[in-house]
């Protein structure tokens, strides 16, 4: 029994890990576009454009991968809890 639970924590430690490096791949992909306006140099007209624009594309963009992310994670999670009440019997 304890070796099961051992197995559940790793698997589910492991997925969580994984869903973590995605978010951070979403946020360092956000901050390299950042870094390359401030290096193109910009005006403050561009940069009101591109705050307004990004306030309404990150919606779009961001927050679905996010939800992908995250929703596969709590279903894999979900499954494997499953499998092991299921097996405990």
């Keep these: 029994m304890i070796n099961s639970w051992i ?3 790793v698997l589910l430690v492991a997925i969580l890990v994984i869903a973590l490096i995605a978010t951070l ?3 360092k992909k956000e901050e390299n ?10 005006t403050v007209e561009n940069e009101l454009q ?7 594309q ?3 963009r961001n927050i679905p991968s996010l939800l992908w992310v ?11 809890l ?3 009440i299921y097996n405990l019997d």
């Design 7 to 9: 197995w559940i924590i």
């Design 33 to 42: 576009k950042l870094k390359q306006y401030e290096a193109e140099g910009d």
């Design 82 to 84: 499953a499998v092991y």
């Design 70 to 80: 995250y929703g596969i994670t709590i279903m894999v999670s979900i499954i494997v």
């Design 58 to 60: 990150s919606l779009k």
């Design 25 to 27: 791949l979403i946020l």
């Design 50 to 56: 591109r705050s307004h624009e990004y306030e309404s």
